[in-house]
């Protein structure tokens, strides 16, 4: 963790330059929205765009780069386990699913049933 | 009774490597991380269950410019947040504060224009909550995150002004409590920077 004055200065060009990048790559990001391309493709860039500018806000502004703590490394690793399965869990939800059963899985049109008779 | 003093406040605890409250607020962001991670799960499994009937970027009625706007804002702030912090550790208080006062100010610009220009609009034309799949997640996920932001005004706002006291008893003590609302502050803008995209853009 920065200490002596020089240390923070160091510091202060990397929070400078942080903010070049994180600006140019939210230009980038718009521009790339509006290029002709597949809605999949369109997705990943957004995210991959996404998770380097993230990337640089927790390295750099958070300070992890500079972190030696291993407390925190341990918290973030655990935070990072726990968070890919919450990414993963809604792709579990079409396991063990037969096929003819997930084309009409998403129909949320409301099925009444007719009045059994005598009611 | 005695007033005990709160350990750990400044130098590392010898067992975590950190001061206690960096390991803190780690401990919270990491439950955020997971607050926040559960809403775009949900997100992703609603929309990738709609399939085609998910509304396009087109058909949402979201700003691009608006949101690209308010991108730059909570940028910006993070920048005088951190600055806030550089300055503080080299001694300067008024210019610590000086970037508190304007990260506080550039919240409140964050949150006026996502009012006014983006959800009293909505709100008008009868785009509600209720309306859509898209909407429902809309407004929890934008709401949510501008609550942090409301957050974030409350204790940059005290650590501003009546909690600058602190700094004449113990300045250490008060910058490394900056650092600690910075890390916070931070997440809010890294949330915001997988918001953006997500709801505006694709």
Redesign the interface.
């Given at each position: 963790m920065a200490g002596s004055h020089a240390d923070v200065q160091k510091h202060v060009r990397a929070y400078l330059l942080v903010f070049g990048a994180l600006a140019l790559l939210t230009v980038l990001t718009v521009a790339a929205s509006r290029v002709e391309v597949s809605q999949r493709l369109h997705i990943t860039i957004a995210l991959v765009i996404a998770t380097i500018k993230a990337s640089l806000v927790a390295a750099i502004f958070m300070h992890l780069f500079w972190e030696r703590g291993a407390s925190i490394w341990w918290t973030l690793l655990f935070c990072a386990l726990f968070f890919a399965v919450l990414m993963m869990l809604p792709s579990f939800t079409r396991f063990d699913i037969p096929p003819q059963a997930t084309e009409q899985m998403w129909d949320v049109t409301a099925k009444v049933a007719a009045p059994a008779p005598g009611h | 009774m005695s007033a005990e003093v709160l350990p750990y406040t400044v130098h590392?605890h010898p067992?975590?490597?950190?001061y206690s409250g960096?390991?803190g607020t780690?401990?919270f962001?990491?439950s955020e991380?997971?607050l926040f991670?559960?809403l775009?799960?949900t997100y992703?499994?609603l929309r990738?269950?709609?399939?085609d009937a998910w509304p396009t970027?087109h058909e949402t009625h979201l700003s691009?410019p608006i949101g690209?706007f308010n991108?730059?804002v909570l940028?910006?702030s993070?920048?005088t947040?951190?600055?806030a912090w550089?300055s503080l550790?080299?001694g300067n208080l008024s210019k610590g504060r000086m970037y508190l006062a304007i990260t506080v100010l550039l919240a409140f610009v964050f949150l006026i224009v996502k009012l006014i220009w983006e959800y009293w609009p909505k709100w008008q034309k009868g785009h509600m909550p209720a309306e859509s799949t898209f909407y429902a997640c809309y407004f929890t996920m934008t709401g949510l995150h501008a609550l942090h932001i409301i957050g974030g005004i409350v204790v940059i706002g005290y650590f501003l002004l009546p909690g600058a006291k602190l700094w004449h008893h113990d300045p250490e003590y008060y910058t490394n409590r900056i650092?600690c609302t910075?890390?916070y502050w931070?997440?809010v803008?890294?949330v915001w920077?997988?918001l953006?995209?997500?709801l505006y853009?694709?």
């Amino acid at each position: 963790m920065a200490g002596s004055h020089a240390d923070v200065q160091k510091h202060v060009r990397a929070y400078l330059l942080v903010f070049g990048a994180l600006a140019l790559l939210t230009v980038l990001t718009v521009a790339a929205s509006r290029v002709e391309v597949s809605q999949r493709l369109h997705i990943t860039i957004a995210l991959v765009i996404a998770t380097i500018k993230a990337s640089l806000v927790a390295a750099i502004f958070m300070h992890l780069f500079w972190e030696r703590g291993a407390s925190i490394w341990w918290t973030l690793l655990f935070c990072a386990l726990f968070f890919a399965v919450l990414m993963m869990l809604p792709s579990f939800t079409r396991f063990d699913i037969p096929p003819q059963a997930t084309e009409q899985m998403w129909d949320v049109t409301a099925k009444v049933a007719a009045p059994a008779p005598g009611h | 009774m005695s007033a005990e003093v709160l350990p750990y406040t400044v130098h590392p605890h010898p067992l975590t490597g950190v001061y206690s409250g960096k390991l803190g607020t780690w401990l919270f962001l990491a439950s955020e991380v997971m607050l926040f991670g559960a809403l775009f799960s949900t997100y992703i499994l609603l929309r990738v269950g709609a399939g085609d009937a998910w509304p396009t970027h087109h058909e949402t009625h979201l700003s691009v410019p608006i949101g690209t706007f308010n991108t730059m804002v909570l940028i910006i702030s993070s920048v005088t947040m951190v600055m806030a912090w550089a300055s503080l550790k080299m001694g300067n208080l008024s210019k610590g504060r000086m970037y508190l006062a304007i990260t506080v100010l550039l919240a409140f610009v964050f949150l006026i224009v996502k009012l006014i220009w983006e959800y009293w609009p909505k709100w008008q034309k009868g785009h509600m909550p209720a309306e859509s799949t898209f909407y429902a997640c809309y407004f929890t996920m934008t709401g949510l995150h501008a609550l942090h932001i409301i957050g974030g005004i409350v204790v940059i706002g005290y650590f501003l002004l009546p909690g600058a006291k602190l700094w004449h008893h113990d300045p250490e003590y008060y910058t490394n409590r900056i650092e600690c609302t910075g890390l916070y502050w931070h997440f809010v803008d890294l949330v915001w920077i997988f918001l953006f995209p997500v709801l505006y853009l694709t």
